[in-house]
């Protein structure tokens, strides 16, 4: 498996989990992807519970971390190891929304600190041939979960006009999402659409704006993984479970890469009278999207208990 990722943020990270985690603390990373910041966790002698709903990225986790000679069990077979280890680490196959199941399962009441890293991993795009990317000519899935039933493939040839739109309007932000759609069903009506590469030309021909930046597949290839994976939704239900877990000094770690992410945090915020953004949000380097120019939309949010 060619599984290859660059953690956003490294340094930044790496920083306060030296200030906010001691030897035995517990720490949980949501989105243990590549496990770049996970490794730096265990460094500091904690406990850990490390979740990804993608199959590849625990099996790779798995045998990255035992060369590394950590102990984990990546089938959560015997719970009482959590509590009586000096130090372990577990691997859960599970998307991040089940934090609270798997939590009473260890028994585990509050933990020093969460990281949810949000965006996807360079494997998924580079790697995964699931068509995450309109760069490559790969069947359309999307899926960060390989047992889900739905995949973009389904949505882009079974949704209609009003629907697509809809989708491309609200998860994507795309400013042409109705003439996309309705080029999408039209199309489909002569082909099915089964890859990223059709799909793009017909973003392309559908977005010719002079002013665009980015690419005009970006916004609905975006809208179509964050539907397929249910991520807003299940980053919305996951907050409250963090919060309720979190202790008095510990912090939630937060890195989005899209407004629709940041929207979804800042409304939690309001909402709760517990919990403030502590500090300023943290952003890249210049020299770091210099030389991960995938890190350059991303925003580190911290989020603790406030003194009152």
Known sequence: MDYKHI???????????????????IYVDATVGGGGHLVHALNLGINAIAFDQDQDSIKHLSEKLATQGFKL??????????????????LVNSNFVNLDTYLAKFQIKEVSCILFDLGMSSYHIDSSGRGFSFMRNEVLDMRMDKNLQVTAMDLVNGLGVK????????????????????EIVKTRKLKKITTAEELRGIAERMNKSANNKIHPATRIFQALRIAVNDEINSFQIVLPKAASVISKK???????????????????????????????????????????????????????KNES
């Open 250 to 304: 510990g912090v939630i770690l937060c890195i989005t890469f899209h407004s629709l992410e940041e929207k979804v945090l800042k409304d939690f915020i309001l909402k709760r009278s517990d919990l403030d953004i502590i500090g300023k949000v943290i952003t890249p380097s210049l020299a770091e999207v210099r030389k991960n120019r995938r890190s350059r939309s991303a925003k580190l949010f911290i989020l603790g």
């Open 163 to 182: 629907e697509l739109t809809f989708l491309f309007k609200k998860l994507g932000e795309e400013r042409f999402s109705k003439q996309i759609a309705s």
């Open 73 to 90: 069990d990546d089938k959560q077979t015997d719970f009482s190891k959590f509590i009586k280890d000096s130090q372990y680490v577990y």
């Open 7 to 25: 953690p956003v943020l490294e340094k930044e990270i790496a920083t306060i989990f030296e200030k906010v985690l001691t030897p035995k603390s």
